[in-house]
């Protein structure tokens, strides 16, 4: 919970004073232009200029909305901050940006934490996050001036209340989430939902996407795991299924050549596990790439991609 910081969010602030402002403000535009970000004063702009981030000492944090050329290092830049807190913060390490999609931004480095529960304490976020090699009594000092704290948080064990937002500086989240199994590619030939199938000739629920890509293309693990299929799989034909730590399951069809073996564990975009190929029910040389969630739904995969 950030106090004594400036948090900005939708018609919900403080008053920025004019001297903090006066260098953070565009020319010409009244340092009273914030005064949206204000109890007191009826709305104006919906987001401050990523100058005020960069500028303003506080820390701040607003929603973003995404637009045309968005980036996130152009973002990391732009709010004073660096793309793995917009990336932690996030739960997102943001491979693919859609336009008027929402990023939080703030003008920290590190985590800007969002409290979950009533129940969670300082002690608790403190234990949780500090990490190997880190003084637990020196963290939990650094959270409590870097949010403005009340010394005696020190000394109770301080509750957060569900929704705040907590500061963790230097605190970077290792994100394992989804890649594209190829180094490159151009398009996909057929997308995640119903569609005509080319060789049984009626409409079909389509499971995954189908990646077309030249013959002996290397195919790669989406996600880190174990392998607990790798062979022929019907339709699908030359097939390596690989199950993430939280119960997930990626798999990769129609291949040419298989690499690896039933548990063998592979890394996230290293560990080659086979080759593009046309074996099962296929028209040509692609990829077919499969995300199945831990109940066995399969989703679209390129909506899970950078994402957990």
């Keep these: 919970m950030i106090r004594g910081r400036w948090k ?10 004019t001297a903090a402002l006066s260098s953070a403000v565009a020319p010409g535009i009244s340092p009273f232009y914030y005064a949206r970000f204000s109890v007191l004063t009826p709305p104006g702009p ?9 500028l303003i000492p506080r820390l701040i944090h607003a929603r973003h909305k995404v637009a045309k050329g968005d980036n996130v290092r152009s973002l990391a830049t732009d709010y004073g901050t660096d793309v793995r807190s917009l990336q932690s913060t996030n739960s997102n390490e943001f491979i693919f940006m859609s336009r008027g999609g929402y990023i939080r931004v703030y003008n920290g480095k590190g985590l800007l934490y969002e409290v979950t529960s009533a129940r969670e304490t300082l002690n608790g976020i403190a234990s949780r996050f500090a990490g190997k090699g880190r003084d637990l009594k020196v ?28 500061y963790l500086p230097a605190v970077y989240i290792d994100l394992d989430t989804y890649r594209m199994p190829l180094r490159s590619f151009g398009r996909i030939s057929s997308s995640f939902g119903n569609r005509y199938h080319p060789i049984l000739k009626r409409k079909i629920f389509h499971n995954g996407c189908d990646i077309p890509m030249p013959l002996g293309t290397p195919v790669y693990p989406s996600r880190s795991g174990t392998v607990t299929y790798s062979g022929w799989k019907g339709g699908y034909g030359n097939t390596v299924e690989v ?15 298989l690499n690896v073996t039933v548990g063998e564990i592979v890394q996230k975009s290293r560990t080659m ?36």
């Design 273 to 308: 596990l086979g080759k593009v190929g046309s074996t099962g029910m296929s028209t040509g040389p692609h990829l077919h790439f499969e995300i199945i969630t831990p109940s066995g739904k399969s989703v679209n995969p390129l909506a899970k991609i950078g994402k957990k």
């Design 139 to 166: 963290f939990k000092s650094e959270i409590v001036e870097d949010n403005g704290l009340p010394p005696s948080a020190l000394l109770v064990n301080y509750k957060f209340s569900k929704g705040d937002r907590v």
């Design 243 to 257: 199950k993430h730590k939280d119960g997930s399951m990626c798999r990769y069809g129609h291949l040419s050549h």
């Design 46 to 54: 919906s987001e401050p200029p990523p100058e005020a981030f960069r």
């Design 8 to 17: 900005i969010t939708a018609g919900l602030g403080v008053l920025l004073g």
